[in-house]
């Protein structure tokens, strides 16, 4: 797992790093691993170091001090290295170890007036200097910026920005902590991955020390390319984590393997409440996905033979939809009663398709079963008008049971408005309100999946294959989870909400991957 961390926790940090080490000791580290990611391009690109141009773009605080001792490594080993110095008092101690390394030092906006934007000859000098370079060092803000960036660098950014998205051979970017103008701290809350108008997005982003969480949230996340962490010694080891990134490595840790003792009613069984006349596929693939009918590559099929073969998966719904489920999948143990399944069962899911009389009701039965048995129930499509209804009528039904919901970008709106938090454009941030809110985790589906736990931590995984965007693959999804949950419950693997958004997480990227190799 990758870890995220709030400004306050990354500063704190710091700070205690800091009282351990020689003035400037740890932007020197920091520099150097900027430099080493260039010099890699460099030479990935089959170019030499020497001779190479390389442009910094220099900030006033320590993220342009980092930038200048990169620089001044580079210009060492030969590269043309200049700093276009965009502020009006770049660090001192940086500054002169640059130039005394051969730095080329280009001052743009000396005066102290950030707001007046370049005249039109500095902007010609910025952007000629910028195009003879193969790599841009982004060094302008880290994580010391506060509030809206001011108009000349936002002008600045603009400008870079156009000028890498317009050139036939566009620059390498590597950001130095994050791409500059991406705010990690605010003064009332955390900014959750939000974007500033302007940004230039990288190729790389050299986390210092330990990684903000808009580095891996998105939309900033998109905008950061591979991150790469560097060790500085901060002790964030036992700091409360704001953000946790799953990568298909951690999902043998996630998905308990079957043992010699176990048996279909104690490998979790897990009910489905899918599909309906109109939707009959619905009931198919849910049930597809909770039996774990996908392929998987090589590497993942061990972990996800076991993952997602529960002991049992049950089917509730209407007598056709029992056979047309019994008739692709014989295990399934089919039943038009509710209350006698829910009594077998480790986890529910419930939405998919699933419209038509009584529905209300049976929600209330699932929800109030789960909050006295403590198992888990996850929310989809069709349920989730039902849950802003059940929600309005009688919240602390919701709060009390281990429930997930699991929203793609339009049900999630409609749940904002319902719940009255209109007018919040940030997905992850309106998904974090929601979990907070009314009690619950809520899974934000997209390109990149995160779960929002009600205490505010945000899980995510890398960003799902392109052809998850199509009409069914959340009823597998769905399916897949319930797999993972009726599994982890039946182990005694608390149906409490970090364990909700991590199973979230090991069924998406379970879920990415079978679409990856063909179903
Ligand atoms: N202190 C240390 O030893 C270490 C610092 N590190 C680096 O230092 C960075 C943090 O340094 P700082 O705290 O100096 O802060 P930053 O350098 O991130 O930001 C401060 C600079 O941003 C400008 N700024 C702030 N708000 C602005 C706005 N709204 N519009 C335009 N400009 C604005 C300020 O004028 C100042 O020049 C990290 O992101 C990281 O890059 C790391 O290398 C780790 C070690």
Redesign the pocket.
């Known amino acids: 797992m990758r870890f995220g961390y709030d400004y306050a926790t990354l500063r704190a940090a ?1 700070q205690r ?2 009282a351990n080490c020689a003035p ?1 000791a ?2 020197k580290q ?1 520099a150097r691993k900027v430099a080493a990611v260039a010099i890699a391009d460099l030479k990935a690109d089959g170019f030499f170091v020497p001779g190479s141009v390389i442009a910094g773009l220099i ?8 930038g200048l001792y990169a620089l001044a490594y580079l210009a060492r080993r030969g590269a043309v290295a200049q700093a276009l110095v965009l ?1 009006p ?1 770049p660090p001192a101690g940086a500054l002169a170890a640059a130039q005394a390394a051969g730095v080329r030092i280009h001052f743009f906006g000396a005066e102290d007036d ?1 707001a007046r934007p370049l005249t039109e000859t500095e902007t010609a000098r910025l952007l000629s200097l910028a195009r003879s370079a193969g790599i841009w060092i982004d ?12 108009p000349r ?1 936002q002008q600045v950014i603009k400008l870079l920005r156009e000028e890498a998205e317009s050139s036939p051979k566009p620059p390498t970017v590597i950001a ?3 791409p500059s103008g991406i705010p990690v701290v605010s003064e009332t809350e955390t900014t959750w991955g939000a974007l500033p108008a302007e940004i230039i997005p990288a190729d790389v982003t050299v986390a ?2 330990g990684a903000s969480s808009p580095l891996w949230l998105p939309p900033a996340s998109l905008q950061c390319g591979t991150v790469e962490e560097l060790d ?1 010694g901060f002790d964030l080891l036992g700091q409360p984590a704001r953000t946790i990134v799953v990568g298909r490595e951690d999902l043998p840790d996630l998905l308990p393997p079957a043992d010699a003792w176990s048996h279909k009613y104690n490998r979790g069984v897990v009910t489905i409440l899918a599909g309906s006349e109109n939707y009959p596929g619905a009931a198919l693939l849910a049930a597809s996905g909770a039996h774990g009918q996908t392929a998987f590559s090589a590497d993942l099929r061990a972990a996800a033979l076991t993952a997602v073969h529960p002991g049992m998966v049950r089917y509730v719904g209407p007598p056709a939809l029992q056979q047309l489920v019994v008739a692709s999948y014989p295990r399934t143990v089919v039943s038009a009663d509710l209350s006698a399944a829910l009594l077998k069962s480790d986890a529910v899911v419930c939405g998919p398709g699933w419209v038509g009389e009584g529905r209300y009701s049976q929600l209330r039965e699932i929800l109030k079963f789960a909050q006295t048995e403590g198992v888990a129930v996850v929310l989809d499509a069709s349920a989730l008008d039902l849950f802003a209804r059940l929600y309005q009528d009688s919240p602390a039904t919701m709060a009390a049971a281990p429930t997930m919901i699991t929203p793609h970008l339009g049900e999630l709106r409609r749940i904002g408005d319902a719940l009255g938090l209109v007018g919040e454009p940030n997905p992850v941030k309106l998904g974090a309100r929601i979990a907070q809110l009314a009690g619950v985790v809520v899974l934000v589906k997209g390109h990149q999946s995160v779960a929002l736990t009600p205490a505010g931590q945000a899980y995510t995984a890398p960003p799902g294959s392109p052809l998850l965007a199509r009409a069914g693959s959340g009823d597998i999804l769905s399916g897949i989870l319930g797999a993972i949950l009726a599994i982890r419950g039946s182990c005694g693997i608390a149906a409490a909400d970090e364990s909700l958004a991590l199973s979230a997480m090991a069924a998406t990227i379970l879920h990415s991957e079978s679409v990856n190799v063909g179903n």
């Open positions: 710091e790093a800091l400037d740890l932007l920091a900030g006033g605080g320590n993220n342009g001090a980092d502020h008092r950030s060094a302008l803000t880290g994580i010391g910026l506060t509030g809206q960036l001011r660098l130095v902590d994050i210092m020390g500085l």
